[in-house]
Structures are given as C-alpha cells and as structure tokens.
C-alpha cells in the first residue's frame, strides 16, 4: 500500500500513530538500499528514512539500526537509547532482550540495565516470563532475572518442544 505518493513507500501498521516504511532508491537514484522512516495515518513522514532497519513502535519506543549498531527512538525521532547494541528485541511488559558484546541482558525503556548480560539467547517476556539460554541450557525467567516456574498447558508445550 502507498501512503505517500511524494516517494515510494510501503507502509504496514501502525503503532502509536506511526507506521514504519522502507522506501527504495529506486530506479535512476544513486542508493537502490532501502531505508525505513515512519508516516503519520495521513501519510505524512514525521521520522526521515535514515534508518538501514527499524521495527514498530511499541511502548512508546521503536528500535532503530544504522551501520549493525542498534538503538530506539521516540516518537519524534529523537534517540532515547544510544544505537550501540548488536542487536535488540521489542519492548514488552517494560523491557526489552538487547545484546551487546555477543551477550543478552535487558534494558527499560530508558535504557537502564535491569537484567544482566549473562545470556547466550534471549527472547520477550510474555506474562511476566522470558525465555533465556545460558550455559546451553534453557530456562525461564522473571522481569528480576530470577528463575521462574512456568505450569500448566504452557509448560506442557515447551516440555513437548525440548524447551523445558
């Protein structure tokens, strides 16, 4: 779909009134890389495409990467969390798996540390839970970075995956 008929733009959803889009070189220009911005519901760009990869916004934030170094910004564009990790998750239930010096720990929307880089892997929390490898064994942890219990038909699937 094309929002923006000022440059070609595919635009998806949109999340805290912005979508992220990736808008081509396309042909004739100098740069056929792509580069991801965000427009308004009326297809306005409100964050220049500067970005080699973006994600939607989610809390408040989107994660952003320029030149393999990854960071979030807030809805006006303006960085709130320096773009220095390798890589990063969304942020969900106020805070987001980050990696940095090929470890995972996790950050708040401020870019607090609130969990240690302790981790091989480390995936979202989803019900006050995350999904965590260390050592090549895989557990569950809470938003304290405690281990945490996962029971009923939760536990079941994982168990069933080789997850547990």
Request: aromatic content about 14%; glycine content about 10%; some cysteine.
């Amino acid at each position: 779909m094309s929002l923006c008929h000022r440059f070609d733009a595919s635009a998806y959803e949109f999340f805290d009134g912005l979508s992220c889009i990736d808008v081509n070189g396309g042909p004739g220009r100098s740069e056929d890389k792509a580069r991801y911005g965000f427009v308004d519901r009326e297809g306005n760009l409100r964050i220049p495409a500067i970005y080699d990869a973006a994600a939607d916004f989610s809390q408040g934030v989107a994660a952003v990467e320029i030149n393999g170094k990854w960071g979030f910004i807030d809805t006006k564009g303006k960085t709130v969390i320096p773009l220095i990790y390798n890589l990063v998750g969304q942020f969900t239930e106020g805070c987001a798996p980050v990696k940095l010096n090929n470890k995972y720990g996790y950050i708040d929307v401020k870019g607090n540390t609130i969990i240690s880089f302790i981790y091989d892997e480390a995936y979202q929390f989803v019900d006050d839970i995350a999904l965590v490898k260390i050592d090549g064994k895989y557990n569950y942890i809470d938003v304290k970075g405690s281990n945490a219990l996962m029971s009923g038909s939760r536990a079941e699937y994982y168990s069933r995956e080789g997850m547990e």
